[in-house]
């Protein structure tokens, strides 16, 4: 069974930056989308940013111009970097991978943003 495996949060002061990295456990074939989506506390699981295979990207508006991210397909591998962190941002980030037939999600990771 594929895992993907986050690591990389944490908890910063407001204006602080993170980057978190995902990992698949096993080679995954054919990624068609990479991304990121996030859960913060009573709210539903939203899209934070995707990265399809032909390289483009897709951030929610809240993020843009804040968060970056990135990835390869051949290592199954992606990456978000987080700067100008607020307090909004914080909750638990999963990261996911898509082909044809499986979408992969990770356990999460906590991302805490306070002063």
């Known amino acids: 069974q594929v895992l993907l495996v986050e690591s990389g949060g944490g908890s910063v002061r407001p204006g602080g930056s993170l980057t978190l990295s995902c990992a698949a456990s096993e080679s995954i074939p054919s990624i068609n989308l990479m991304g990121w989506y996030r859960r913060a506390p009573g709210k539903e699981r939203e899209m934070v940013a995707i990265l399809t295979s032909a390289g483009h990207t897709n951030y929610a508006a809240s993020v843009k111009g804040r968060f970056t991210i990135s990835g390869d397909n051949a290592k199954n591998t992606v990456f978000l970097r987080m700067n100008g962190l607020k307090p909004e941002d914080t909750g638990v980030y999963y990261c996911?991978?898509?082909?044809?037939?499986?979408?992969?999600w990770g356990q999460g990771t906590q991302v805490t943003v306070s002063s």
């Open positions: 996911t991978m898509i082909n044809e037939r499986n979408h992969y």
